[in-house]
């Protein structure tokens, strides 16, 4: 089955920016009811402790086949979700998302994944009236993929994007991608070395303003309840996020960045966030 536009080269992606919290502070609470309703409240504190605390509560329930989610966040915005997985044709999904605020939302989106095919078509109809399609061809693990936005008003194709992507199954994956308008270009790859251990690494090539940057990470799981990843860029960015289990369902994570290049100036940053379920 051909992977969705957005989750070509997804794995390096995860494993090179998933678990790094750098300077925020984040508690995640998630239950689930017997009648199968899951509520998740979550909160975060940005590193300026004036900002104080933001976060949102959100109810997420099934209604004869329909998925539906409502959010609320303490900005004032509310948001529902509708998700319609069983539409009768095999591999075609609605979604329409809402929003209501300073300003008023309405996102249509329909995905369809064939064996060989994916596409997925998100119609803002409010605000700036845009169409934005993705599409994706595969075959014997090779990937093609193109995205661009339709700005209905002014008529103009925007934000152009082009993927090639090769996959192997779980144990390796190489992607090269051109964005923003041939404005950038950049190639990831990661590999499952072993059943615990894995390695990712990242190049990217600002052609506008030929400036280039390299990143490489990996991840070591050390039993079934803690992992450790590290991951170091061009620039002396080193990044170090410690995730362990404390129990079934709850989760802690700790981070830290600090800049191998100038060891002597206060631009460390920690992170931590706690997940229960």
Do not use: W
Not at 24 to 53: H, R
Not at 141 to 165: H, S, W, Y
Not at 231 to 260: H, M, N, W
């Amino acid at each position: 089955m051909v992977k969705l536009y957005k989750d070509l080269g997804k794995t390096a992606k995860k494993l090179l920016n998933d678990d790094y919290i750098y300077g925020d502070k984040k508690v995640e609470i998630k239950t689930k009811t017997t009648n199968g309703i899951t509520y998740t409240t979550k909160a975060k504190q940005s590193q300026d402790v004036k900002d104080g605390l933001s976060g949102d509560l959100s109810c997420k329930y099934n209604v004869s086949g329909t998925t539906m989610t409502t959010e609320i966040f303490t900005s004032g915005r509310l948001s529902h979700k509708v998700e319609l997985d069983k539409t009768g044709v095999k591999g075609l999904k609605f979604t329409a998302l809402g929003g209501l605020g300073q300003k008023q939302s309405l996102l249509a989106t329909t995905e369809y994944v064939h064996p060989h095919m994916s596409v997925v078509t998100a119609v803002n109809c409010l605000g700036s009236q845009s169409i934005s399609t993705a599409a994706a061809v595969g075959l014997h693990g090779v990937t093609a993929g193109v995205k661009g936005d339709f700005n209905i008003e002014d008529k103009q194709l925007k934000n152009v994007d082009g993927v090639l992507n090769y996959s192997n199954g779980k144990e390796h994956e190489a992607t090269c991608y051109l964005l923003n308008n041939r404005s950038m270009a950049k190639f990831a790859y990661s590999h499952l070395v072993s059943d615990d251990f894995s390695v990712a690494a990242e190049f990217e090539y600002n052609i506008s303003a030929d400036t280039k940057k390299l990143t490489m990470g990996t991840k070591y799981e050390v039993d079934p309840e803690t992992t450790v990843k590290m991951k170091i860029d061009s620039a002396g960015a080193v990044s170090l996020s410690y995730i362990q289990e404390i129990r079934k369902s709850t989760t802690l994570t700790l981070c830290s960045q600090f800049d191998a290049r100038h060891l002597d100036k206060p631009s460390h940053k920690f992170g931590l966030a706690l997940v229960m379920e």
